[in-house]
């Protein structure tokens, strides 16, 4: 089941025109992600501090399919597709109403907070995400 994340889109989000700029969705998305994390019991500030671990996006397959626009309600959900020992693949739209304007594909890799190098993600963390797949 999605968890799902209401955004506002606010003038700073958009163009000229009204229209929302590309690269703001990868932000509402991470808004999600950081929200569905949270939900799960994991502050990203905590994981860092404490687990020595942070998550980062390593790869991002998105399809824009139609616009939003200034002042849209918009929900952005987040569903677990794949969970590795140092990676999560999820899968991520931004609806408003039943239109859906993109769709992604995001894998995020588990780093050591320090070095960035890859980092087996916490048991706590694999344990409470394998429930919702």
Known sequence: M????PVRVYWEDTDA???????????????????WLRMHGFEQDALRDGAGVVFVVRRVEIDYLAPARFNNQLDVSVEMNKIERAS????????????????????L??????G???ARIPEPILQA?????
Do not use: H, I
Not at 2 to 5: D, K
Not at 92 to 101: A, E, I, K, S, Y
Not at 109 to 114: P, R
Not at 129 to 133: C, E, G, N, P, Q
């Open 88 to 107: 999560l693949v999820v899968t991520q739209t931004v609806m408003v109403g039943p239109t859906r304007l993109a769709s992604a594909v995001v894998k």
């Open 116 to 118: 960035f190098k890859p």
């Open 2 to 5: 999605a968890f799902v994340w």
């Open 129 to 133: 995400l394998a429930r919702v797949t």
């Open 109 to 114: 890799a588990c780093v050591d907070a320090v």
């Open 17 to 35: 025109g009204g229209v929302v700029y590309y690269a703001n969705y990868l932000k509402f998305m991470e808004r999600a992600r950081s929200e």
